[in-house]
C-alpha cells in the first residue's frame, strides 16, 4: 500500500472549497433555491458534488493502484 | 390512557426491541477481547456504513442540531460542512490505518501511537487524553436522553431519573452485547432516525406553512439576520465557520471510538467505499436543521434549544407519533453511547492500567477490567451529566478541540517519515494546553476564530519544528512494507 495519488488528494480538496473556504460567496439567504435559503441550498448541493469527488478520487486510487502492480 | 403513557411505552418497546436485536446478535460467538471490541475484524461494507453511521449519528445532529439552529441559527450549519469534510479527509486516512492495524495487530488508536512512535509515555498520554475528551461525548448521549423521556413523559418523569434508567441500559447492553450487538441495533436505529427526520422535516413546514418555501420567507422576512452567519450570535461569523468545519473535519476520526471502527472493516478497500456512500447520510441533517428553523417561529422563548425539536413534535403529533420520534432518539443515543463505552472501556485497561500496574495482564484479564471499566465510566459520565447545564452543542466543540489534537501525529504518523516522537508529544501538548487555556478562560471564539483550531495550528507547528530539530527516528510502521516483503518473497 502506498501513500494516495497527488490527483487524489487534489479532488479531495474541491469539496473543501466548496463547502469551506468560500463561505463568504454563498452565506446568502436569496436567491431561494427550491424554497431553501441559499446557504443551506448550497450546502446540500455539495454534499452530493462531495460524494461524487470521493467515487472520482476511489477510480484515480485503484487504477493507480493496478498500474503500480502490473509494472513492478 | 394520557399521552404521556403512550408516548413513553412505545419509546420503550423501541428500546427493548432494538436491545434484543443486539442481544440475538452477539448470542454463540466466544467473547474474547478481539471480538468483544473490534467484532474480530470481520465487517463488510454494509455494517461498515451502517456501524459508522451509528456513531457519528447521535443525539447531537439528533437534538443538537435543532437546537442550534433553533436558538443560534446559521451558524448550525457548520454542521452538515463539517460532517461531510470529515468523510472526505476519512478517504485519505483510514485505509492506511487499517492496513497498518491488520499488519501489525493493532486494536486501538493509542496502539497505532505506541508502536509507531515506539513511545510508551506517549502512547499512555493519548489513552488518557482519549478516555478524558470521551467523557463529554458521553454526557451529550445521556443528557439527550434525558430530554427525549422528560418532553415525552410531559414533564412527569425527571430528568435525572430518566438518564439513570438510560445510563444502566446502556451499560448493561454493552457489557453483555459487544460491538457486533452495538452494529445491529445501529440497523435499527438508523431506520427509525431516517423515517423521524424526513416526517419532522417534510411534514411540519406542510402542514403549519403549506410548504418550505413559504415557511423560509416568513422567516426570512421576522428574522432577516437568523438565517445566515452569524446568526443569533455575535461572534460566530465566517472565520468562526472555517476554522470550527477545519478542526471539527480533521478531528472527525480522532476520536478513539471512530479511530477504532477501521479496525473493524475487512479491507482497507471497504472503508475507501464509504467514504463515497456516507456523505450522503448527511442530507438527512438537512431536515432537522428544517425543523429547527421552524421551531423558531412555532415554538418561540424556548430557554434551552436542546428540546426544540421534541417541543415542536410533541405540539404537532398524536402521542404514538411522539412515541416513535423519542424511540429514535433513544436509540440514537445508545447506540453511540455504547460504542464510545465500549471503545474508552478498553483503551482504558489495555492501554493506561496494563503498561502502568499490571504488565503481566493476560487478554481475559484486560477483557475483565474493560468490562469493569463499562460501569465506572458511564457512571462517571452520569454524574457530570446531573451536574452540568452546557448545551449539547457546547460539550462537543470541547471534545473535538480536545481530540483533533491527535491529527498532526497520526497524519505525519502515516505520511511523513521525518517525524520523531518528541515532536508529536510537544505539539500534542502545546495544542492541548492552547486549547484549555483558551476555552477555560471562555475566550472561545478568540478573535472571532475558533479557540481549538488556533491549537491545532500551534501543534503542528510545534510538531513539524521539533521533529526536524530531533534526531532522525526510524519508521517501524512503513506503508510500503508488505510490497517489499511480497516481492523479496515471490
Known amino acids: ?72 | 390512557m394520557t399521552p404521556a403513557i403512550v408516548a413513553m411505552s412505545v419509546i420503550f418497546s423501541i428500546v427493548f426491541v432494538g436491545s434484543a436485536v443486539g442481544f440475538r446478535a452477539g448470542k454463540g460467538r466466544q467473547m474474547n477481547l478481539e471480538e468483544w471490541s473490534i467484532a474480530g475484524r470481520s465487517f463488510g461494507l454494509l455494517f461498515m456504513w451502517l456501524l459508522m453511521a451509528g456513531e457519528i449519528y447521535t443525539t447531537f445532529a439528533f437534538l443538537g442540531a435543532s437546537g442550534w439552529a433553533y436558538s443560534r441559527g446559521g451558524p448550525a450549519l457548520y454542521i452538515m460542512a463539517y460532517i461531510t469534510l470529515g468523510y472526505v479527509i476519512s478517504f485519505y486516512i483510514l485505509p492506511y490505518i487499517w492496513e497498518l492495524g491488520r499488519r501489525h495487530g493493532l486494536q486501538t488508536q493509542s496502539d497505532f501511537f505506541e508502536k509507531r512512535y515506539r513511545s510508551r509515555a506517549l502512547a499512555l498520554l493519548v489513552s488518557f487524553f482519549g478516555v478524558l475528551f470521551v467523557i463529554p461525548y458521553l454526557q451529550i448521549q445521556l443528557t439527550g436522553l434525558g430530554i427525549i423521556v422528560q418532553v415525552a413523559s410531559f414533564d412527569q418523569i425527571p430528568r435525572s431519573v430518566s438518564m439513570l434508567i438510560a445510563v444502566t441500559l446502556v451499560a448493561l447492553f454493552v457489557y453483555f452485547g459487544g460491538m457486533r450487538a452495538v452494529a445491529w441495533v445501529s440497523v435499527l436505529k438508523d431506520l427509525l432516525m431516517i423515517l423521524a427526520a424526513l416526517t419532522i422535516g417534510i411534514y411540519i413546514p406542510i402542514h403549519y406553512f403549506g410548504g418550505v418555501s413559504p415557511l423560509f420567507h416568513t422567516l426570512a422576512a421576522t428574522h432577516p439576520t437568523h438565517l445566515v452567519m452569524p446568526g443569533a450570535t455575535k461572534t460566530m461569523g465566517h472565520a468562526w465557520f472555517i476554522s470550527t468545519v477545519l478542526l471539527s473535519a480533521c478531528g472527525f476520526y480522532m476520536w478513539p471510538h471512530t479511530f477504532g471502527a477501521a479496525f473493524t472493516a475487512k479491507s482497507g478497500r471497504i472503508l475507501r467505499r464509504n467514504a463515497i456512500v456516507t456523505p450522503l447520510y448527511t442530507l438527512s441533517l438537512a431536515f432537522i436543521l428544517i425543523a429547527g428553523f421552524a421551531a423558531v417561529l412555532l415554538v418561540p422563548g424556548l430557554t434551552n434549544g436542546d428540546v426544540s425539536l421534541l417541543m415542536l413534535a410533541r405540539k404537532t403529533f398524536p402521542a404514538w407519533f411522539l412515541g416513535v420520534i423519542g424511540g429514535a432518539g433513544a436509540l440514537t443515543a445508545m447506540v453511540p453511547a455504547a460504542i464510545i463505552l465500549l471503545t474508552a472501556s478498553t483503551l482504558f485497561a489495555k492501554n493506561v492500567y496494563r503498561p502502568l500496574f499490571a504488565p503481566q495482564m493476560s487478554e481475559d484479564g484486560i477483557a475483565r477490567l474493560a468490562k469493569t471499566m463499562v460501569l465506572i465510566l458511564a457512571l462517571t459520565s452520569f454524574g457530570l451529566a446531573l451536574h452540568s447545564s452546557t448545551t449539547l452543542v457546547a460539550l462537543l466543540l470541547l471534545g473535538y478541540a480536545g481530540v483533533t489534537q491527535f491529527f498532526p501525529g497520526v497524519v505525519f504518523g502515516l505520511f511523513w517519515s521525518r517525524v520523531t516522537a518528541v515532536g508529536v508529544t510537544c505539539g500534542l501538548l502545546a495544542g492541548l494546553a492552547t486549547a484549555a487555556a483558551l476555552m477555560l478562560s471562555h475566550r472561545d471564539p478568540f478573535h472571532g476564530i475558533n479557540a481549538g483550531f488556533l491549537a491545532l495550528l500551534l501543534n503542528f507547528a510545534i510538531t513539524i519544528l521539533i521533529s526536524l530539530l530531533t534526531p532522525r527516528q526510524p519508521n517501524p510502521l512503513p506503508l510500503a512494507a508488505e510490497e517489499e516483503t511480497t516481492t523479496t518473497a515471490y
Open chain 1, 1 to 72: 500500500m502506498r501513500r494516495p495519488s497527488l490527483p487524489a488528494v487534489a479532488v479531495g480538496l474541491i469539496p473543501f472549497l466548496g463547502m469551506c473556504f468560500s463561505v463568504p460567496l454563498w452565506d446568502r439567504v436569496s436567491p431561494m433555491i427550491l424554497g431553501l435559503p441559499f446557504n443551506l441550498f448550497w450546502l446540500i448541493l455539495w454534499i452530493v458534488l462531495s460524494s461524487g469527488c470521493m467515487a472520482l478520487a476511489n477510480r484515480i486510487e485503484e487504477r493507480h493502484k493496478k498500474k503500480g502492480s502490473t509494472t513492478p
